[in-house]
């Protein structure tokens, strides 16, 4: 039988993604997750949604791109 849902702990180890993200997620609802008591608890198919949207291509204006690749917030020109 396939595990249902994930601990924070659990869920962070299958995704990579640390902790406190992973606790930031469920607390603003980006990722479902039930509160019992003290714990949350993720269903295991969200590592699936997460997944898929993390493959969707964002799409991002150049100046913004040249904006974040720059060191220490300096703007750079795109030529």
Same mark, same amino acid.
């Given at each position: 039988?396939a595990?249902r !849902?994930?601990?924070?702990?659990? !869920?962070? @180890?299958?995704?990579?993604?640390?902790?406190? @993200?992973?606790r930031n997620?469920?607390?603003?609802?980006?990722?479902?997750?039930t509160k019992i008591?003290?714990?949350?608890l993720?269903? &295991?198919?969200?590592?699936?949604?997460?997944?898929a949207?993390?493959?969707?291509?964002?799409?991002v204006p &150049?100046?913004?791109?040249?904006r974040?690749?720059?060191?220490?917030?300096?703007?750079?020109?795109?030529?």
């Amino acid at each position: 039988m396939a595990k249902r !849902f994930m601990t924070i702990a659990e !869920f962070s @180890t299958e995704t990579g993604l640390p902790r406190p @993200t992973v606790r930031n997620l469920v607390r603003y609802s980006k990722l479902r997750g039930t509160k019992i008591g003290r714990a949350w608890l993720i269903p &295991a198919d969200e590592v699936d949604r997460l997944a898929a949207l993390a493959d969707e291509r964002i799409e991002v204006p &150049a100046e913004q791109v040249d904006r974040l690749s720059s060191p220490a917030g300096e703007h750079i020109e795109a030529d």
